[in-house]
């Protein structure tokens, strides 16, 4: 027996086995050593899934749970273009579907990324097409989209919110941290066949939704004003128009509409003039709707009785240089007629009876020339001078409604304030905020400001401004069967190309409150150059009496001339 | 006891194995439930936003006024009854108190 060849094989076995080692072991050193990082990094690529979650943006609704805005899961497409292998023939797929022109597809595929957005938040049928097609290298993901289901209802107050999520205008931006879902970052399993395997914690999977609001506005009063208000801009061929209707106990607001109106869902196409919420954006002079506290206020300093009789000049009056005309010659009226018969002469020396400092501290007691605070975005101050700042006839002038700047919503929040028994309110669109379990995060209690005047004043106003609606410059506004107090108002507006009063332009307006014993509703009606007849009693009251009588009939509010009558029961 | 001592060990990693598989088993489960959930919470509020559009004082005045031919109602033509309650009891009042707009035609009840 030799050993010599079987050693020698031995050796050559040994060797080889420990080349076969040396060659594993290297593989292993840089598998796991050299290459550590970046492999482990390529494999949690391919097993984990980073999904970023948002919760769906909170629900609107009006005062009685009806649907104004809420999300909803759409498809959004995209496209891989460096998978692509013939864009042009994908793109020519796609563009029926999608109903974007071939080319423009083409351009976007043909790009050297490798993610490109083809069209965002589409219609669900839209989605369901592509899938079947199952093009390579063309994906849908789910967003959310925000959805008005009531179309233009509302618009200026609900604002919108953008295409990513984010509020832009209105509520929208003004509650946008309540509105707004939770964002979160997941990381789920995934199998060889891309399936995702339960995830690491279950319970991080469900970002909590945006919290909902409910609004104080009622979709049936608001339709009302907005249907009425678009008839009176188109039959008056006003600019623009603004109604605000508001429960003067409270100061909800119940319906703030604003013509032209325009429709949230589809905005890119309208430019920024036309989404402004007018009712607190725009300021005009109010003219004769201001004679109302006026006479507030010179019957709450004992100023004026509604019997003290005023001289009415015989229609002139030279103040500082300048003539002060009424609509009529009138003589000797008493301060109710002044009121009534809107007299200018008559608010002149009202306001000259006052005082400069007496008259400015009413105003600003029934909040002109400040915001009213209410919660929503963009309003502005409007324009109250501090007496200091007057000129000669500006008393004259501040008296019936000329040199201040007010909103509607200043305005219609002053008269309610009347119509409640002389109690300034904060107006306030958003009564209640949830949580997606229906847990109230925020109620909104209505908001007492400051007493203005004493409920005698305001009772004594009130009749002085039924008798407006009875006898005055305000009949049109009349509702058969209940008490209105308003007031009109007809202010020429300023030319800006002269800087003096136009003799063509004018603001329109009715501003009141019914029924006048126990006011449910207070409302301002103003249209922006109506054209032809443009006195606020002529184009804004019946716009008033429309309104009020629709929504008094709405709320169920028993009629004055209702009768109590007995009537025998039958025996059955 | 040696051999039942491998029986047990054995039954234990059947059972461990057994576990990890219904694990994962579940777990596809869950997944494929969340998913129809989303689909149908999905559904749902599409079908929210259909019925609240559908439901647009403006489309249903719409159809009221061109569709039915229906008219809003005129002056006095809305009687506010106001009875104490909306179930009659069984002892009625012999008389009962109603309000109605003086202005109508309402001869036929009036005493």
């Known amino acids: 027996m030799t050993a010599g060849p079987s050693r020698g094989r031995r050796y050559v076995m040994l060797i080889l086995l420990l080349c076969g080692f040396c060659i594993v072991l290297f593989r292993l050193v840089t598998l796991q050593v050299l290459q550590a990082a970046e492999l482990t990094a390529k494999a949690d690529r391919q097993h984990q899934k980073t999904v970023s979650f948002e919760g769906a943006r909170g629900m609107v609704s009006d005062r009685h749970?009806?649907?104004?805005?809420?999300?909803?899961?759409?498809?959004?497409?995209?496209?891989?273009?460096?998978?692509?292998?013939?864009p042009s023939t994908v793109a020519r797929h796609l563009s029926p579907v999608l109903h974007i022109r071939r080319d423009e597809l083409e351009k976007k595929l043909r790009q050297d990324k490798s993610f490109v957005w083809l069209a965002r938040k589409v219609e669900p049928e839209q989605g369901r097409r592509l899938q079947q097609l199952s093009l390579n290298g063309i994906g849908v993901v789910?967003?959310?989209?925000?959805?008005?289901?009531?179309?233009?209802?509302?618009?200026h107050v609900l604002g919108f919110s953008g295409m990513d999520g984010q509020g832009l205008e209105g509520l929208e931006r003004l509650y946008d941290l309540h509105l707004q879902g939770e964002k979160r970052v997941t990381v789920l399993q995934r199998d060889a066949l891309g399936r995702t395997v339960f995830p690491r914690d279950v319970a991080e999977q469900t970002p909590t939704p945006g919290h909902a609001l409910t609004l104080t506005v009622d979709e049936v009063i608001q339709?009302?004003?907005?249907?009425?208000?678009?008839e009176a801009v188109t039959h008056s061929r006003a600019k623009s128009g603004t109604i605000i209707v508001m429960d003067p106990q409270t100061g909800a607001i119940l319906a703030m509409a604003v013509s032209p109106r325009f429709d949230p869902n589809v905005v890119t196409a309208l430019t920024p003039d036309r989404w402004r919420n007018r009712a607190l954006t725009d300021t005009y002079e109010p003219g004769s709707t201001m004679k109302a506290m006026v006479a507030a206020a010179a019957l709450e300093e004992n100023v004026m009785t509604p019997g003290s009789m005023v001289f009415g000049e015989n229609g002139q009056m030279v103040v500082a240089n300048t003539t002060i005309h009424d609509h009529d010659k009138l003589g000797w009226m008493t301060f109710s007629e002044v009121i009534q018969k809107s007299s200018n002469i008559g608010a002149a020396k009202t306001g000259m009876a006052l005082g400069d400092q007496r008259l400015y501290r009413y105003l600003q007691a029934f909040g002109f020339g400040q915001r009213t605070e209410i919660d929503l975005p963009g309003e502005v101050r409007g324009l109250l001078k501090a007496p200091k700042e007057w000129g000669r006839r500006s008393l004259a002038s501040i008296s019936m409604g000329q040199e201040v700047g007010v909103t509607p919503l200043q305005m219609v929040s002053a008269v309610a304030a009347l119509a409640n028994g002389g109690v300034m309110m904060k107006p306030y669109v958003v009564s209640e905020v949830r949580d997606q379990k229906g847990h109230v995060l925020k109620e909104v209690l209505p908001q007492v400001r400051r007493r203005v005047v004493s409920p005698e004043t305001a009772r004594a106003v009130t009749t002085m401004l039924e008798g407006v609606v009875t006898n005055g410059t305000g009949t049109k506004a009349a509702i058969p069967g209940f008490r209105v107090a308003g007031k009109t108002g007809t202010a020429q507006k300023v030319d800006s190309r002269t800087g003096a009063y136009s003799s063509t332009q004018f603001v329109g307006s009715f501003v009141g409150y019914v029924p006048a014993e126990s006011p449910r509703l207070a409302m301002i009606v103003v249209l922006d150059e109506p054209q032809g007849e443009s006195w606020g009693g002529v184009v804004a009251a019946p716009v008033f009496r429309r309104v009020g009588e629709q929504v008094l009939t709405y709320l169920g509010v028993s009629r004055e001339d209702t009768v109590k009558i007995a009537l025998a029961m039958k025996d059955h | 006891m040696k051999a039942l001592t491998i029986v047990a060990g054995v039954l234990l990693v059947f059972v461990f194995v057994w576990e990890r598989v219904d694990v994962v088993r579940l777990g596809y489960q869950i997944e494929r439930l969340k998913t129809q959930k989303i689909l149908l919470e999905r559904e749902r509020d599409q079908l929210q936003v259909k019925v609240s559009a559908l439901a647009a004082p403006e489309r249903i005045a719409k159809v009221a006024t061109e569709k039915l031919g229906l008219v809003p109602p005129q002056q006095g033509q809305v009687l506010m009854v106001h009875l104490p309650g909306e179930i009659p009891s069984l002892t009625p009042p012999p008389v009962e108190l109603i309000r109605v707009a003086r202005h109508d035609s309402i001869g036929r009840i009036r005493q």
Do not use: Q
């Open chain 1, 65 to 86: 749970g009806k649907v104004l805005a809420m999300n909803v899961e759409v498809p959004s497409v995209f496209g891989v273009p460096t998978s692509l292998e013939s």
């Open chain 1, 142 to 155: 789910m967003e959310g989209r925000r959805f008005y289901p009531k179309g233009p209802l509302l618009a």
């Open chain 1, 223 to 230: 339709y009302i004003a907005e249907k009425e208000l678009d």
